[in-house]
């Protein structure tokens, strides 16, 4: 299986609600966010996908949490790192539209060992 991916950081912040202080408080993250495209084969250029098309989409999606509280852009009470990879998957499969054969898999990591992820077919 073939694999193309790209990754950026952004710090976010939000509050996980009925939780004891700091995670119970808003509080920030340095989040690292890795996105994947994998497929079988490769498509008449030779690619799995335009890493170009893919870097853009990331960033994109990325500029609409930077700096910001998650629970004024993703629709959630509590926006945990699952519901965080869930969130931009969606956007990026928005972004990227339809790719037979591919799936594409996102991982949002809250710290250096911890993350959450989301994948499904494009």
Request: aromatic share 6%; no cysteine.
């Given at each position: 299986?073939?694999?193309?991916?790209?990754?950026?950081q952004?710090?976010?912040?939000?509050?996980?609600?009925?939780?004891?202080?700091?995670e119970?408080?808003r509080?920030?993250?340095d989040y690292r966010?890795?996105?994947?495209?994998?497929?079988?084969?490769?498509?008449?250029r030779?690619?799995?996908v335009?890493?170009?098309?893919?870097?853009?989409?990331?960033?994109?999606?990325?500029?609409?949490?930077?700096?910001?509280?998650?629970?004024?852009?993703v629709?959630?009470?509590?926006v945990?790192?699952?519901?965080?990879?869930?969130?931009?998957?969606?956007?990026?499969?928005?972004?990227?539209?339809?790719?037979?054969?591919?799936t594409l898999?996102?991982?949002?990591?809250?710290?250096?060992?911890?993350?959450?992820?989301y994948?499904?077919?494009?």
């Amino acid at each position: 299986m073939y694999e193309t991916g790209t990754a950026l950081q952004v710090r976010a912040f939000h509050v996980m609600p009925g939780m004891p202080p700091p995670e119970g408080e808003r509080h920030s993250h340095d989040y690292r966010l890795d996105v994947v495209v994998r497929r079988d084969d490769l498509d008449e250029r030779g690619m799995v996908v335009d890493l170009d098309l893919l870097d853009q989409a990331l960033r994109d999606a990325a500029a609409r949490v930077e700096g910001v509280d998650l629970e004024s852009v993703v629709p959630a009470e509590a926006v945990t790192v699952e519901v965080f990879a869930r969130w931009l998957h969606d956007q990026l499969a928005a972004s990227l539209g339809r790719l037979p054969g591919t799936t594409l898999a996102v991982r949002v990591w809250e710290s250096s060992v911890a993350f959450g992820g989301y994948s499904s077919s494009l």
